[in-house]
């Protein structure tokens, strides 16, 4: 979450044309040992976690912390969305007027947006439509504060997706013995 402006967290329900973005719920943990357990969404971030392993530490309400918020349809969650500061060594930053860092340069880091959907509801628009409000509310709590977007090249669904909310690519680099590609987006137009 970016800083050092205090936010209270959870915000207010973000409500969409078919998505209520809420804080997680004690209902939710179910959803979110689906989500990491799944095969298919482990695919491009390392793999299923063990469901036994989940099990045992996921806490009865998941996802306690700022800049996550659990898509629901229909009062069940499907997803989750994260707006997190991205690690400084990480590669992957932009200073601003949107030049690349170098990842040990004095940037302090930009907010990171993370998805996770289960398979069962991909290519439905959810993602997209979650991730476009999650954005709008960030755009009104920290204006023209960019957000960055890391996913592998090898994720075409991804790819699409950062595209249709409007990232640009900003590099492409070697992370976790795959190729990924990192994007920036804007609220308002980038100056410089």
Known sequence: MAEPVPV?????????ERLVLRGPEAGDRAA???????????????G???????EGAVPEVPGQRPGLFVAALDGAMIGMITLDRR????PGHVRPGGKVAEAAGPDTGKTDLGYMFLPHVWGCGYAAEACAAALGWFAGVFPGEPVVLCTQTANDRSMRLAAKLGFTEVERFEEYGAEQWFGVWHSTPASG
Do not use: C, K, M, Q
Not at 8 to 16: E, H, L
Not at 32 to 46: H, K, N, Q, R
Not at 48 to 54: C, I, Q, V
């Open 48 to 54: 299923p976690r063990p469901r036994d392993e989940l």
């Open 8 to 16: 209270a967290w959870p915000p207010a329900p973000i409500r969409t």
């Open 32 to 46: 979110f040992i689906d989500l990491f357990a799944s095969s298919e969404v482990g695919t491009y971030i390392g």
């Open 87 to 90: 690690n400084t060594g990480r």
